[in-house]
């Protein structure tokens, strides 16, 4: 049987993949992000996940205004690293798992979660820096991958709760799927930021510690927060934090913190990652 | 019946790109979205009104474009990840983008980021800003 072994939170700033790329992470301002990744690298390495599920919203990259799905689930044999306007960042191809991502898509859907399965997609930073800042710059990427794109960039995404709930709707999709795989969640996005308009740069480290606070120890807190209460107190782009909520329902409702990790800035963007695993019964 | 404020208007220096916007703002985003192609950079960094013109954009959305007026092209219903594609064909980074539609210089931008970037103190309403305004 597979199982979901742990969850993954990061942010997913476009300029953490750019300073990557271009062999800037001596820099002292780049060192003080990547040295916070550190751990986690080891700490992956050692889990060696099968598969990781990656809940990343497109920003305007496989998806324009034509269509916009509130949940996409990416089950291809594989998906580019896209062109973003600055040229496609120089990292392996992603291989997916089309064989447990159907069966999730399935599973969700007669769960009562209506996804949309995309077949074929490029995926953008959102997806690929969280895969650098988790595991360097490989040949190939060492694990599986499924994309579950979510809308945040036309309001309203997703509420915090349907993405919870969701969560766990997948996380009862993977339990029965009879292969015996190890699965991590990611949940990336945020924290605090806004990149659009006069009050751009706003950062607010107390909603997001707190919000990290309530993730590793009362989730249902953070579930509540309202999409207006992002979109003021952590910027109007900080609302991609609902994301990290999709990765939490697919873990127990207590779980151990195993690391964490938080600095202003990375570019416009405030830096939280998180690493927390379900208890052993 | 009239339709009620929207809980987010009040939010200040922001435009939240909502069916509203998205529908005002299909041409200038479309527009936007083709510079994902390098052929269509250059064709519109070769001349940029003639390539404009099969993206049917009001005058005020053409005049924002061509004047890289970033503010303006939110208002007229582009969205920032959609914009900020220009920015790439510009040469800009999200940063370089971003400093400019808050009037400061790159590095005052830069430099405010990290001391810790803007307060949200301040910063939650837009009767913050008229008061700090007047």
């Known amino acids: 049987m597979a199982k979901i072994v742990a969850g993954v939170f990061t942010s997913h700033v476009p300029a953490i993949g750019a300073a990557l790329d271009n062999g800037k992470t001596a820099e002292p301002y780049w060192q003080r992000v990547f040295g916070g990744y550190e751990k986690s690298k080891e700490w992956i390495e050692k889990v060696k996940p099968d598969v990781c599920i990656v809940v990343f919203n497109d920003h305007a990259t496989a998806f324009s205004v034509d269509i916009v799905p509130t949940f996409a689930l990416g089950c291809a044999e594989e998906f580019i690293p896209a062109d973003e306007g600055w040229g496609p960042r120089p990292v392996p191809v992603v291989k997916g798992h089309p064989e447990l991502a159907a069966h999730i898509a399935q599973s969700v859907i007669l769960d009562e979660f209506d996804l949309t399965v995309v077949n074929k997609m490029e995926v953008d930073h959102g997806l690929t820096v969280p895969l650098s800042l988790m595991f360097g710059q490989p040949a190939e990427w060492p694990c599986k991958i499924i994309p579950l794109a979510v809308n945040v960039v036309l309001f309203p995404p997703p509420t915090g709760n349907r993405c919870y709930n969701l969560g766990k709707a997948i996380r009862r999709a993977v339990e029965s799927y009879p292969e015996d795989l190890r699965v991590a969640i990611f949940g990336t996005g945020g924290m605090s930021h806004q990149i659009s308009g006069p009050r751009a740069g706003l950062i607010n480290s107390e909603f997001d510690r707190a919000f990290l606070d309530a993730l590793a120890t009362d989730p249902k807190k953070a579930v509540g927060i309202k999409h207006v209460e992002y979109m003021r107190e952590a910027g109007a782009e900080g609302i991609e934090m609902v994301m990290w909520l999709v990765a939490r329902g697919a873990l127990d409702e207590e779980v151990n913190e195993v690391y964490r990790f938080y600095t202003v800035p990375a570019s416009n963007t405030a830096v939280g990652h998180l690493i927390l695993e379900n208890k052993v019964a | ?134």
């Open chain 2, 1 to 134: 019946m009239e339709k009620p404020e929207k809980e987010y208007a009040d939010i200040p220096g922001t435009t939240i790109f909502d069916a509203d916007q998205s529908r005002k703002g299909y041409g200038v985003n479309m527009f936007c979205m083709s510079l994902l192609k390098a052929d269509n950079r250059a064709a519109f960094k070769a001349n940029e009104a003639e390539y404009l013109k099969a993206f049917n954009l009001t005058p005020d959305q053409t005049e924002a474009v061509l004047k890289r007026q970033w503010n303006r092209m939110l208002e007229l219903g582009g969205n920032i990840y959609f914009t900020s594609k220009l920015g790439a064909t510009d040469g800009l980074s999200f940063q370089q983008v971003a400093a400019m539609m808050t009037g400061a210089t790159q590095q005052e931008y830069a430099d405010m980021m990290l001391a810790g970037g803007r307060s949200v103190e301040g910063n939650r309403r837009k009767s913050e800003w008229e008061h700090k305004n007047g």
